[in-house]
């Protein structure tokens, strides 16, 4: 017997087993992502990355699995959808007196979850292989291009926005790998579809996709209220809005959506505390309450002094009631020299006139999202 009829086997049973395991897709790819190289240097080159160093540190490895994890051959790629039902979306993002946080953050820390998943398929895969299998999972890990390698895998094609989009699941999912040294048999992209569509493009509150698959991360506010670990420049904080960690916006009116598939894992669930929360509560938090509060979530990694400044500018987009002003005077003496400059941001723009002018923009955009009914 060839091992090719093995193998064949072999793959159709990892995919069987991806889906035993929880994950919606399974895809398997070869490790060549030259066509990705030049795209990544143009995009380092022109500073898009902003603060994260990473990216640029890891360079062209990004692009070449193999270099990663030697004696990898292929790459077993992999989504789980995440969008909670009853995601209150609509609802938390027309209410300026609301956080909104981005749904993908709503429950436990999804990397925990999808490691040890993908950690099971690999031991499954090792043993069905006769140990023959070495294996390394990874995800939203840096020095991996997962977006390109799960596109490459078939499990959907890369929208102007640069995120996966699928067909029968929209782009609310989460993506991981698994590097492996057997030769299985590779699946085929699909076509992409996108199509005339620019949505996502015009939608963006701050303009950071400069052009159709070009993401411009300095200006993009899941960078500013994640990464970004400064001062968020002054003229990009109005459009934020009332976005505290993250932004769904370019995925929200993309009409792929309209497709996505909510998730049944009891770890996506989101936290009473965070899913629709009002904006003072939130303020009030001491650094011991965040900590407790996030425990286990993704929005822990960010720590207390960002996530101040993130309400800060929120407070600030928001109604001008004396609550409001006296909620930032209050905590001004105690707040790090990072949070005071928002919160003197805040307080200005909410005594200001310019700052309804402001916030007309925003309340624009927040008309247009009541029309997204389907996981309101
Ligand atoms: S996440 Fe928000 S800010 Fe970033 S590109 Fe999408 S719409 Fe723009
Ligand atoms: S909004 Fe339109 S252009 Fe943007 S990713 Fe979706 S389909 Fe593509």
């Known amino acids: 017997m060839?091992?090719?009829?093995?193998?064949?086997?072999?793959?159709?049973?990892?995919?069987?087993?991806?889906?035993?395991?929880?994950?919606?897709?399974?895809?398997?790819?070869?490790?060549?992502?030259?066509?990705?190289?030049?795209?990544?240097?143009?995009?380092?080159?022109?500073?898009?990355?902003?603060?994260?160093?990473?990216?640029?540190?890891?360079?062209?490895?990004?692009?070449?699995?193999?270099?990663?994890?030697?004696?990898?051959?292929?790459?077993?790629?992999?989504?789980?959808?995440?969008?909670?039902?009853?995601?209150?979306?609509?609802?938390?993002?027309?209410?300026?007196?609301?956080?909104?946080?981005?749904?993908?953050?709503?429950?436990?820390d999804y990397h925990k979850t999808l490691r040890n998943r993908l950690k099971q398929l690999g031991e499954r895969i090792q043993q069905a292989s006769q140990d023959m299998l070495q294996f390394r999972p990874f995800v939203d890990s840096a020095p991996i291009m997962e977006r390109p390698l799960a596109d490459?895998?078939?499990?959907?094609?890369t929208g102007k926005?640069?995120?996966?989009?699928?067909?029968?699941?929209?782009?609310?999912?989460?993506?991981?790998?698994?590097?492996v040294d057997l030769p299985l048999p590779i699946d085929h992209p699909i076509e992409?579809?996108?199509?005339?569509?620019?949505?996502?493009?015009?939608?963006?509150?701050?303009?950071?996709?400069?052009?159709?698959?070009?993401?411009?991360?300095?200006?993009?506010?899941?960078?500013?209220?994640?990464?970004?670990?400064?001062?968020?420049?002054?003229?990009?904080?109005?459009?934020?809005?009332?976005?505290i960690y993250g932004c769904d916006d370019c995925q929200l009116i993309c009409p792929w959506n309209r497709y996505a598939v909510t998730s049944p894992e009891p770890d996506f669930s989101p936290r009473q505390s965070l899913h629709t929360p009002d904006l003072l509560t939130l303020w009030a938090w001491d650094e011991a309450m965040f900590l407790k509060t996030t425990e286990g979530s993704?929005?822990?990694?960010?720590?207390?002094?960002?996530?101040?400044r993130n309400i800060a500018i929120a407070l600030g987009n928001g109604p001008a009631s004396d609550d409001v002003i006296h909620a930032l005077e209050y905590?001004?003496?105690?707040?790090?020299?990072?949070?005071?400059?928002?919160?003197d941001w805040a307080l200005c723009q909410l005594r200001s006139l310019v700052s309804s002018e402001n916030r007309k923009h925003d309340k624009l955009i927040r008309c247009i999202y009541k029309g997204l009914a389907d996981h309101a």
């Open 192 to 243: 992409p579809a996108c199509g005339n569509c620019s949505a996502c493009i015009q939608i963006c509150p701050t303009g950071a996709i400069v052009a159709p698959y070009q993401v411009d991360a300095r200006r993009c506010i899941s960078y500013l209220t994640i990464e970004l670990n400064g001062p968020i420049p002054e003229e990009l904080r109005p459009l934020i809005g009332n976005r």
């Open 298 to 308: 993704a929005i822990r990694r960010i720590g207390f002094e960002k996530w101040q």
């Open 152 to 157: 490459k895998a078939g499990l959907g094609w």
């Open 2 to 108: 060839t091992s090719t009829p093995d193998l064949q086997k072999l793959a159709h049973d990892i995919k069987q087993w991806g889906l035993e395991l929880g994950f919606d897709q399974v895809g398997i790819t070869d490790c060549d992502l030259t066509s990705e190289e030049s795209k990544l240097e143009a995009w380092l080159a022109s500073g898009y990355h902003g603060e994260m160093e990473y990216m640029a540190r890891y360079g062209l490895m990004r692009a070449r699995p193999a270099e990663l994890q030697p004696g990898t051959l292929r790459v077993i790629s992999v989504r789980m959808n995440y969008l909670p039902s009853g995601a209150q979306i609509a609802k938390t993002l027309a209410d300026p007196t609301r956080g909104y946080v981005s749904r993908y953050a709503l429950g436990r």
């Open 161 to 179: 926005h640069t995120l996966l989009l699928n067909k029968n699941a929209g782009s609310f999912f989460f993506l991981g790998e698994l590097l």
């Open 331 to 343: 905590k001004r003496a105690q707040a790090s020299p990072l949070v005071q400059e928002h919160i």
